[in-house]
C-alpha cells in the first residue's frame, strides 16, 4: 500500500497560518461554525451489482465545525465533517467517515501571494461525484480514502500579469486489495502576460510522477500555450496548444505515447449575471509502438444566475485520462453533457434538479482491454430553511452505468432525507 503524509503535512500547515495571522491581526474577523446534520438514505443497490442487488437504509450522523477568516491580506476556511454510518440490515457495513477541506490565501508582499488547499476524504459511498462529473465508482462499498493538495506562489508584475509555480499531490488508498491505489507528484510553473488590453499570453508546462501499487509507474512531461485576443474586458478569443509526454517506468513495454491538442475558443461575459463559453479544436495520441487515436474536441457552457433562478449547461468532448481513481483505466475518448437548475419557490423554499451524461471509449496498449462505458445520472429535490438556523432537504437520485464489461453495469436509486442544523458566531 502506498504512504502519504502530504495530506496531513498540507492541513499542519494550513493550522498553522490559521493561528499566525489570527494572532497577529486582532481586527481579523473570525466565524465559527458548529453544525451537525441527521441523514436517513434508502439504496436500493448498495454495492452497484450488475445483478442480485440488495438495498438497505442508512442512518448518517455528521458532526461538523467550520472556521473563517479573513482580513484585508488573509482569507482562510477550514471545514470538517465527521460521518457515522449505521445500516438497518447489515450492521458489519456500519463505518466512520471524514470529510476535511482547508483553504489559505495570503498576500505576502506587494506583489506575492501564496496559496494553499488540501481536500480530504475518507467514505464507504461508492459513487464520488464533483462539479459536473462522476469521478468514482466504487464497487463493493470498499472504504477508501482520497486527498487532493496543492501549495502554490504567485508574483504579481501587473494587474492581470503573474507567474505561479507550485505543488499538487494526487493521493488514492483503496482499503480493497482488488482495486488500484495511486499517488501522483506534480510540480507547474504557469506564466499570464498582457501585453496592452488586448493581447495576451498564458503558459503552462508541468512535470508529474504517478505511482501505483500494481501497474507500472509513469512520467508526464507538459507544457501548453495560449493567445488571447480581448475586444472587451469580459469577451475574449484564444487559440490553444497543448503538449504531453507520457513515459512508463518499465522498459519493456511500449506504451509510451504522446498527446497533441489544439483548440480555438471564445468566452462571453453578458452582464453581471451570465456567462458563455464555447471551443472546439482536435486531438492525436501518438503512440511510440505505431499506433495512434485522434478525434475532434469540444467545450460549451452557459451559465446564468437570477434572483430566483439559476441555470448551469455544459458539454465537452474529447481526450482524457484515468490514473488516479480506483479503475484506473487509461486513456479515453468521452462525451459528457451536464445541466442542473434550481429555483427560490420561497424565501426559505428552494426546488433544485440535475442530470448529467457521459460516454467513455478506453482504449491504447496501456490497458488490458478496449472498453466502452455509458453513465447516466439525475437527481431532484427540495431544500427548507426555518427556524433560521435548520435546514431539511430531500433528493431523490437515479444512476445508471452500461459498459462493455458485464460486471461494471449497474442500476441504482436512492432517496435521501437530510436534516441539518448550524450556528456561526464571531469569536
Not at 472504504?143 to 487532493?148: A, D, G, P, V
Not at 509555480?165 to 502576460?193: T, V
Given at each position: 500500500m502506498l504512504k502519504s503524509f502530504y495530506h496531513s503535512a498540507l492541513i499542519l500547515l494550513l493550522l498553522t497560518g490559521l493561528i499566525f495571522p489570527a494572532a497577529a491581526d486582532a481586527a481579523m474577523k473570525k466565524t465559527l461554525t458548529p453544525k451537525i446534520s441527521i441523514q436517513e438514505q434508502y439504496d436500493d443497490n448498495i454495492d452497484l451489482e450488475a445483478e442480485d442487488e440488495d438495498s438497505?437504509?442508512?442512518?448518517?450522523?455528521?458532526?461538523?465545525?467550520?472556521?473563517?477568516?479573513?482580513?484585508?491580506?488573509?482569507?482562510?476556511?477550514?471545514?470538517?465533517?465527521?460521518?457515522?454510518?449505521?445500516?438497518?440490515?447489515?450492521?458489519?457495513?456500519?463505518?466512520?467517515?471524514?470529510?476535511?477541506?482547508?483553504?489559505?490565501?495570503?498576500?505576502?508582499?506587494?506583489?506575492?501571494?501564496?496559496?494553499?488547499?488540501?481536500?480530504?476524504?475518507?467514505?464507504?459511498?461508492?459513487?464520488?461525484?464533483?462539479?459536473?462529473?462522476?469521478?468514482?465508482?466504487?464497487?463493493?462499498?470498499?472504504?477508501?480514502?482520497?486527498?487532493?493538495?496543492?501549495?502554490?506562489?504567485?508574483?504579481?508584475?501587473?494587474?492581470?500579469?503573474?507567474?505561479?509555480?507550485?505543488?499538487?499531490?494526487?493521493?488514492?488508498?483503496?482499503?480493497?486489495?482488488?482495486?488500484?491505489?495511486?499517488?501522483?507528484?506534480?510540480?507547474?510553473?504557469?506564466?499570464?502576460?498582457?501585453?496592452?488590453?488586448?493581447?495576451?499570453?498564458?503558459?503552462?508546462?508541468?512535470?508529474?510522477?504517478?505511482?501505483?501499487?500494481?501497474?507500472?509507474?509513469?512520467?508526464?512531461?507538459?507544457?501548453?500555450?495560449?493567445?488571447?485576443?480581448?475586444?472587451q474586458p469580459s469577451r475574449r478569443f484564444y487559440a490553444r496548444y497543448d503538449f504531453l509526454y507520457h513515459d512508463f517506468e518499465d522498459p519493456g513495454q511500449r506504451n509510451d505515447h504522446r498527446v497533441h491538442q489544439g483548440a480555438l475558443g471564445v468566452s462571453l461575459a453578458f452582464g453581471n449575471h451570465t456567462n458563455f463559453d464555447v471551443e472546439g479544436g482536435y486531438f492525436l495520441q501518438d503512440y511510440l509502438n505505431g499506433s495512434r487515436m485522434d478525434g475532434a474536441t469540444f467545450k460549451i457552457g452557459l451559465l446564468t444566475r437570477g434572483q430566483r433562478a439559476s441555470l448551469r449547461l455544459a458539454g465537452s468532448g474529447g481526450y482524457e485520462q484515468d490514473y488516479f481513481s480506483s479503475e484506473n483505466l487509461g486513456s479515453s475518448k468521452y462525451r459528457r453533457a451536464f445541466g442542473s437548475a434550481g429555483y427560490l419557490l420561497t424565501e426559505n423554499l428552494r426546488i433544485f434538479a440535475s442530470a448529467s451524461y457521459s460516454r467513455q471509449e478506453f482504449f491504447g496498449a496501456d490497458i488490458e482491454v478496449d472498453r466502452k462505458d455509458e453513465l447516466w445520472r439525475g437527481s431532484g429535490g427540495f431544500s427548507l430553511s426555518f427556524l433560521r438556523r435548520l435546514q431539511l432537504s430531500l433528493e431523490a437520485t437515479h444512476s445508471e452505468r452500461d459498459s462493455d464489461e458485464p460486471a461494471a453495469e449497474f442500476e441504482d436509486n436512492r432517496v435521501t432525507l437530510r436534516l441539518t442544523g448550524a450556528y456561526p458566531f464571531q469569536i
Open positions: 438497505d437504509w442508512i442512518t448518517l450522523v455528521s458532526p461538523g465545525i467550520s472556521l473563517e477568516l479573513e482580513s484585508p491580506d488573509t482569507t482562510m476556511a477550514l471545514d470538517y465533517e465527521a460521518g457515522f454510518s449505521f445500516y438497518r440490515d447489515d450492521s458489519s457495513r456500519d463505518s466512520t467517515r471524514h470529510k476535511g477541506r482547508a483553504d489559505w490565501d495570503q498576500r505576502l508582499t506587494r506583489h506575492l501571494r501564496f496559496q494553499a488547499t488540501d481536500t480530504f476524504i475518507r467514505t464507504e459511498e461508492p459513487i464520488l461525484e464533483t462539479d459536473e462529473r462522476v469521478e468514482i465508482v466504487q464497487r463493493q462499498r470498499n472504504i477508501y480514502r482520497r486527498n487532493t493538495g496543492q501549495v502554490s506562489f504567485s508574483y504579481e508584475f501587473g494587474e492581470e500579469d503573474r507567474l505561479t509555480a507550485g505543488y499538487r499531490n494526487r493521493y488514492f488508498d483503496d482499503m480493497s486489495p482488488s482495486d488500484e491505489d495511486s499517488q501522483g507528484h506534480e510540480g507547474f510553473l504557469n506564466l499570464d502576460a498582457w501585453f496592452t488590453p488586448q493581447y495576451g499570453i498564458g503558459l503552462t508546462s508541468r512535470c508529474n510522477r504517478g505511482q501505483f501499487e500494481q501497474r507500472d509507474d509513469f512520467d508526464q512531461y507538459a507544457a501548453g500555450l495560449t493567445a488571447n485576443y480581448r475586444w
